[in-house]
């Protein structure tokens, strides 16, 4: 199978043992056909920024970004500077991804009140506004060059987090999970309720008459099998029955079968929802580059 359309495919990579390794897994995801390496932003994984301008000096032209800066973590005016510096840094292959934030025992931890959804979105919001400042006051050049202004992505899934997206991204990152207000349980999202999360955005964007607007989904598991109904079944069990294994293999989040039945189900999620760039996890560096082939 083959596709003349333009997919990209990124990997989320959150371990760091040494230089090294880290090295090592960014060349050998650009040599697999990987696009974009990204780093989430958790207290348990490797800063960012740094992770990012490493990534770059390895490689030849696989792009970095973070995945995503959770904004309730820093001061807009400091991370906006820490964005001009990437960019430049890693040559204009930096894309910055910016999330309100979710993990309450994060929050505890780095001694941050968890706030109010409100509260995080309009720190979100003051975050952006300054990123747009601080580029535009040193732009120089063409969007996404070392002295002009990255890509930017807003990830999420509340209706405000949303409209802000489809108003001032450059990429609007649908998870497909979802989480509880009060930042513990994480869930599933359906492709109904994805669906539902994709119009908002787009009735959003036609009202602004914005067309240029990537959308990326965040897969969650990248399962390789030759029985895709036993793997189903199997996954199912393993989600308490909270989802039959028709649910399960509906789900956006989830990529389960060969290959090519895999590359068929990507190019159904950008069918239906219109998605042209995939993130997967480290986990699933080598598992979903056997997909890779069939797209390309």
């Known amino acids: 199978m083959s596709t003349e359309m333009r997919l990209r495919f990124g990997v989320s990579f959150s371990t760091l043992q040494d230089r090294a390794s880290w090295v090592e897994k960014c060349r050998r995801a650009e040599a697999l056909g990987y696009h974009v390496i990204t780093v989430p932003d958790h207290l348990s994984m490797p800063s960012p920024f740094p992770a990012c301008v490493l990534a770059a000096e390895v490689t030849k032209n696989v792009r970095v970004g973070t995945f995503v800066s959770n904004t309730s973590f820093y001061s807009p005016a400091l991370f906006a500077r820490d964005v001009v510096s990437t960019n430049r840094l890693t040559g204009g292959r930096l894309e910055v991804g910016i999330g309100a934030g979710w993990k309450k025992s994060e929050f505890d931890q780095a001694g941050i009140p968890f706030e109010t959804p409100g509260n995080r979105v309009a720190k979100l919001t003051a975050t952006l506004e300054e990123l747009l400042r601080s580029q535009t006051a040193t732009s120089g050049s063409e969007p996404g060059t070392a002295a002009g202004r990255p890509p930017l992505m807003i990830g999420g899934n509340g209706d405000r987090v949303l409209r802000l997206a489809a108003r001032h991204a450059d990429i609007v990152s649908f998870s497909a999970t979802a ?36 959308r990326n989904v965040i897969v969650l598991r990248v399962q390789v099998t030759s029985d895709r109904p036993a793997a189903l079944e199997a996954y199912s069990r393993s989600l308490n029955g909270t989802l039959t294994p028709s649910q399960v293999g509906d789900l956006p989040a989830v990529l389960i079968g060969s290959p090519e039945q895999i590359a068929e189900q990507v190019l159904a999620r950008h069918n239906r929802f219109g998605f042209t760039y995939f993130t997967v996890q480290e986990a699933a560096l080598d598992t979903f580059a056997q997909v890779i082939p069939f797209l390309t």
């Open 179 to 214: 989480f509880d207000r009060h930042g513990r349980g994480m869930y599933f999202l359906t492709s109904r309720q994805v669906a539902e999360r994709v119009a908002l955005v787009e009735a959003e964007q036609r009202e602004l008459g914005r067309k240029e607007v990537q």
